[in-house]
């Protein structure tokens, strides 16, 4: 498709220089620890005396909140891995040589992109049975599977069009060869195809799973009890002092750039060395 | 029209698909106010976005150290919290720190509604993104470009504004049509403080009527059907603004 000219208005655009990763500066977290920090004392004065001061009462319901947290990360790697598993068959589907594979394979994937991850999170919640009866079992579907599930969606969707994205990039020159050698369709996707993508797919399968980390707070929307959930509790128990607002959702924001920022440097990372030197 | 209205209505009655928004006025009139506020809340977060772009690359190419770390600092944040608890960090954290006006009907309100913290809050989450993708765009300019800019007489901001910028934005319209779509996408987090989008109108509509299964069904092709017409409106953009021998 590209066509050559002699009068090349722009450069090809250029990756970032390669950094190591988890170089996390310390400046970095200055802000939020300021914020979370500072920021509660200089409001302490208006309070009253007997009151304890915010960071003695944040102080409390850390671990509390860091149960919610880890339950956040729970739900989220249960999503992705879900997500992923049917995801990459999706995937698969929308590169099968059968045509009305491939086309209901697109159309499920771009529904479910094209959908905000809230409303599926509600569909999710909403459309799914509290239980089901099966042969006279009764299997209970708590609040936080059908987040799981509800979450999945949008996942499956993302890492099927990062499937396709991957195998499509791939120079055709390797099916050819592995044609040549007369591999099946399904050897060559198998030994020559897939194995090469894995390391394409890497860095936006990380970026992906970034994201869904952060939306794992959607749940509290719905009733999830994860740290979001936790923190309005903690704050209502805590008579809704407005001193406390800042501290309490400083430290959520805190809690997730410490988990999601190394990822995001790693992803950076991998991005500059698998990169491609044309 | 109203004739299609009816034909709802006796769907209703017969199969019990009950569908209010298309046969109630009031519920019509939520619904379709809820649909354009949906749109002018992407529009609003969209225009200051981009403009937070802009001004952020701009400052990263700075040649003072700190405006560079600030800047940097900001799209890290910004980019590695969740948009909901940012959201909540600015309507319930700030909002309360801000000073309460006195509304027309006598009592207390804060000085921002839920729609201009959603707005403000939105932007600047979407602003960190445009602010890496502007910066891209503005290094893919070759410098022997500015150079003749220069040579040319143009000062610092016009080269900025009539060179790099134009140049930058056409290199960076595929990665920010991206982020405006997820942008749009990103606006149903709203609902979570109140402002009456469509989440929030659909939700308001399925409490008074029980009919959770259709609105949930209906919310999901309407938003199939928006960002479907984003996407696709975006693509003919892109391919509109196309500079010849560059891209594929």
């Known amino acids: ?278 | 029209m109203e004739f299609v209205f009816e034909w709802f209505r006796t769907l209703y009655q017969e199969t019990g698909i009950n569908l209010p928004f298309l046969y109630d006025e009031y519920d019509r009139n939520r619904m379709i106010d809820g649909f354009f506020t949906t749109i002018w809340l992407s529009l609003v977060c969209l225009f200051f976005s981009v403009i937070i772009g802009i001004i952020g690359a701009w400052l990263q190419g700075s040649a003072f150290k700190w405006t560079r770390r600030i800047v940097n600092g900001y799209i890290q944040l910004f980019r590695n919290t969740p948009p909901l608890v940012q959201l909540y960090f600015f309507y319930f954290a700030i909002g309360t720190l801000l000073p309460r006006v006195e509304n027309d009907w006598g009592g207390q309100s804060p000085i921002l509604g839920s729609f201009a913290w959603a707005a403000i809050s939105l932007s600047f989450f979407a602003g960190a993104f445009n602010v890496e993708i502007f910066r891209s765009g503005i290094e893919a300019v070759p410098k022997s470009t500015v150079e003749a800019a220069e040579a040319l007489g143009f000062s610092k901001l016009q080269i900025y504004r009539d060179i790099t910028l134009p140049l930058a934005f056409r290199v960076v319209l595929p990665a920010l049509n991206n982020n405006l779509v997820n942008l749009v996408k990103t606006t149903t987090l709203a609902y979570a403080i109140a402002v009456p989008e469509m989440l929030y109108e659909a939700n308001q509509i399925w409490s008074d009527n029980v009919n959770v299964t259709e609105m949930m069904f209906f919310l999901l092709l309407a938003y199939f059907v928006l960002v479907g017409v984003l996407v696709g409106g975006m693509n003919r953009w892109e391919r509109a603004m196309k500079i010849p021998g560059y891209g594929g």
């Open chain 1, 1 to 278: 498709m590209t066509y050559k000219t002699d009068l090349p208005v722009m450069l090809p655009m250029k990756r970032r220089e390669a950094e190591p990763f988890l170089s996390l500066k310390m400046w970095y977290i200055l802000p939020i620890a300021l914020l979370a920090i500072l920021g509660p004392n200089l409001v302490v004065a208006q309070s009253t005396p007997e009151s304890q001061s915010p960071i003695a009462v944040l102080l409390n319901w850390a671990p509390l909140l860091l149960k919610g947290f880890i339950f956040n990360l729970v739900i989220s790697v249960s999503a992705m891995a879900l997500g992923t598993f049917v995801g990459a068959i999706l995937g698969l589907g929308q590169i099968s040589l059968f045509a009305p594979t491939r086309h209901s394979s697109w159309f499920v994937t771009q529904f479910f992109r094209n959908a905000p991850w809230l409303v599926l999170l509600f569909f999710a919640m909403f459309l799914l049975p509290f239980e089901i009866n099966l042969f006279g079992f009764k299997i209970p579907f708590p609040d936080w599977f059908k987040a799981i599930l509800g979450l999945s969606l949008p996942v499956m969707a993302n890492v099927s069009e990062i499937v396709r994205g991957a195998v499509r990039s791939l120079p055709s020159g390797q099916w050819e060869a592995a044609e040549s050698l007369a591999y099946t369709r399904l050897q060559t996707l198998w030994l020559i195809i897939l194995p090469q993508c894995v390391k394409r797919m890497l860095p936006p399968w990380m970026n992906l799973y970034s994201i869904l980390t952060m939306a794992t707070v959607l749940a509290s929307i719905v009733g999830v009890n994860e740290v979001m959930t936790l923190t309005g509790q903690a704050l209502a128990s805590e008579g809704g002092r407005p001193d406390l607002l800042a501290p309490f959702y400083g430290f959520v924001l805190l809690l997730f750039f410490i988990y999601c920022y190394p990822i995001a440097k790693f992803t950076v990372w991998l991005e500059t060395k698998y990169a491609v030197i044309s």
